[in-house]
């Protein structure tokens, strides 16, 4: 060794141990903040946040909370979207936007599987605002003339409707981008760690209070209109990823001795009819992840398989009826590492 490979080497030493010592600092440090939680009410369901911060976030993550229902709940009487099914003047915010295009691209990448004008149909069904008798194929049919979501454009920054009766509705992918909101609120404030569920959708960053993987459970999807059954079908490793669930086993109504599901096909005005009992979507983010859930629900398991080998980054976990009154599963191959157990 000569005298300049030793000179190199002492230098390297103490900074090699100063870089292992500061390192070991660093995560005891980290080890030492506690994990806080968030829970309350938005969008008329529940959210729950667990977060590694060492100070109390509540009161902020409910202000981002607030901010997406101010934009897109159209049970907010200020809210944008509610002046846009009024017809009303008004300017478009970001967040309005930013799911305006989300949901006309996943809507154009699965037919109109996945359609924001479907409420009026959802309402005649008795899932929405209004709960009243079942619509006949009149009535169908005449409000199949105001849906479809290639009836609406953006122009100059607003929506603009082939007919003015049309309504939007983002709740089949709002829960899922309050999510996103939330975790790129605790991301900016440079919280690691943390698991953002909100109505049941859910997006994860690093590990939890026990320094392993969040894991996620699956809900069998037996008929619990009243949310008591909570049987797991399946837990998932769910880390740095987004993932919601669409499923009929929740609300549902008995009438005249048939069964009707909340999950409203866009193009036949009627609920579906298929066997998938129920859709879970991972993807980078949890607005993608809660549109293509509910679009999966519509297209059954052939369709479904069809998207997914065009989108390779989304992954499938899908129970359905096997045609003997039995569940069965089928899940993205790329999915397997990520089922507990498997």
């Given at each position: 060794?000569?005298?300049?490979?030793?000179?190199?080497?002492?230098?390297?030493?103490?900074?090699?141990?100063?870089?292992?010592?500061?390192?070991?600092?660093?995560?005891?440090?980290?080890?030492?903040?506690?994990?806080?939680?968030?829970?309350?009410?938005?969008?008329?369901?529940?959210?729950?946040?667990?977060?590694?911060?060492?100070?109390?976030?509540?009161?902020?993550?409910?202000?981002?909370?607030?901010?997406?229902?101010?934009?897109?709940?159209?049970?907010?009487?200020?809210?944008?979207?509610?002046?846009?099914?009024?017809?009303?003047?008004?300017?478009?915010?970001?967040?309005?936007?930013?799911?305006?295009?989300?949901?006309?691209?996943?809507?154009?990448?699965?037919?109109?599987?996945?359609?924001?004008?479907?409420?009026?149909?959802?309402?005649?069904?008795?899932?929405?605002?209004?709960?009243?008798?079942?619509?006949?194929?009149?009535?169908?049919?005449?409000?199949?003339?105001?849906?479809?979501?290639?009836?609406?454009?953006?122009?100059?920054?607003?929506?603009?409707?082939?007919?003015?009766?049309?309504?939007?509705?983002?709740?089949?992918?709002?829960?899922g981008y309050g999510t996103d909101v939330v975790a790129r609120f605790l991301k900016h404030r440079g919280v690691q760690?943390?698991?953002?569920?909100?109505?049941?959708?859910i997006v994860t960053r690093g590990v939890n209070a026990q320094r392993v993987p969040w894991k996620i459970g699956v809900n069998k999807p037996d008929d619990?209109?009243?949310?008591?059954?909570?049987?797991?079908?399946?837990?998932?490793?769910?880390?740095?990823?987004?993932?919601?669930?669409?499923?009929?086993?929740?609300?549902?109504?008995?009438?005249?001795?048939?069964?009707?599901?909340?999950?409203?096909?866009?193009?036949?005005?009627?609920?579906?009819?298929?066997?998938?009992?129920?859709?879970?979507?991972?993807?980078?983010?949890?607005?993608?992840?809660?549109?293509?859930?509910?679009?999966?629900?519509?297209?059954?398991?052939?369709?479904?398989?069809?998207?997914?080998?065009?989108?390779?980054?989304?992954?499938?976990?899908?129970?359905?009826?096997?045609?003997?009154?039995?569940?069965?599963?089928?899940?993205?191959?790329?999915?397997?590492?990520?089922?507990?157990?498997?």
């Amino acid at each position: 060794m000569d005298e300049r490979q030793k000179k190199r080497l002492l230098w390297q030493v103490p900074f090699l141990t100063f870089l292992v010592i500061g390192t070991v600092l660093i995560i005891g440090h980290q080890q030492k903040i506690p994990y806080q939680r968030s829970s309350d009410f938005i969008f008329g369901t529940s959210y729950n946040v667990v977060y590694q911060c060492d100070s109390d976030l509540s009161q902020s993550i409910k202000a981002e909370l607030m901010k997406v229902d101010y934009s897109l709940s159209p049970f907010n009487e200020k809210s944008v979207i509610t002046a846009v099914n009024n017809n009303k003047d008004v300017k478009l915010d970001e967040m309005f936007l930013e799911v305006y295009k989300k949901a006309m691209a996943i809507s154009h990448d699965t037919d109109g599987a996945f359609d924001i004008t479907v409420a009026p149909l959802v309402n005649a069904w008795g899932f929405g605002f209004k709960n009243g008798s079942l619509p006949d194929s009149h009535q169908v049919d005449s409000l199949r003339q105001i849906i479809g979501f290639q009836k609406l454009s953006l122009v100059d920054g607003k929506v603009v409707k082939q007919d003015p009766r049309m309504m939007l509705d983002c709740s089949a992918i709002a829960k899922g981008y309050g999510t996103d909101v939330v975790a790129r609120f605790l991301k900016h404030r440079g919280v690691q760690n943390f698991m953002v569920e909100v109505g049941g959708e859910i997006v994860t960053r690093g590990v939890n209070a026990q320094r392993v993987p969040w894991k996620i459970g699956v809900n069998k999807p037996d008929d619990d209109s009243l949310s008591i059954n909570q049987e797991i079908q399946a837990i998932l490793n769910v880390t740095d990823k987004a993932m919601a669930t669409s499923g009929n086993y929740r609300r549902f109504y008995y009438k005249g001795g048939r069964k009707f599901a909340h999950t409203i096909d866009p193009k036949t005005g009627y609920p579906v009819q298929h066997n998938i009992l129920s859709a879970t979507v991972l993807a980078d983010d949890c607005a993608t992840a809660d549109a293509y859930a509910t679009a999966f629900m519509v297209m059954g398991m052939e369709k479904v398989q069809g998207v997914l080998a065009r989108h390779p980054e989304l992954m499938a976990y899908l129970i359905y009826d096997d045609g003997n009154g039995q569940n069965a599963i089928w899940y993205s191959p790329s999915l397997r590492d990520k089922i507990a157990g498997q």
